[in-house]
Nanobody
């Protein structure tokens, strides 16, 4: 069984920076690609960023490209999402997800965390 736990979500002001963490436990972390998604109230969940199992490949949505950076530390079983220049429209519950195969390339994941709330005030 794979377990994902997000942390780091808080309330901040527009323009601030924030780093989210996702700890993955239960299986060999280094074999998983990990993605971040978010869901704002009344909206569908949307893709934010993803990183391959060794970190050689990253992918970002247009909405966050240039402001957010995804990274991973396989020694700590952790994936990070550094968020800079935050905007009110970044307000959402942020989820991390893991995939052991290649489904992540199509934004599909096998395992999901419970989410962490990020609120950005103007």
């Amino acid at each position: 069984q794979v377990h994902l736990a997000e942390s780091g979500g808080v309330s901040v002001q527009a323009g601030d920076s924030l780093r989210l963490s996702c700890v993955v436990s239960g299986r060999t972390f280094a074999s998983y690609a990990v993605g971040w998604f978010r869901q704002a109230p009344g909206k569908e969940r949307e893709f934010v960023a993803a990183i391959s199992w060794r970190g050689a490949r990253t992918d970002y949505s247009d909405a966050v490209k240039g402001r957010f950076t995804i990274s991973r530390d396989n020694d700590k079983n952790t994936v990070y999402l550094q968020m800079n220049s935050l905007k009110p429209e970044d307000t959402a519950v942020y989820f991390c997800a893991a995939d052991e195969g290649a489904k992540w390339l199509n934004y599909q994941y096998d395992y999901w965390g419970q989410g962490t709330q990020v609120t950005v005030s103007s």
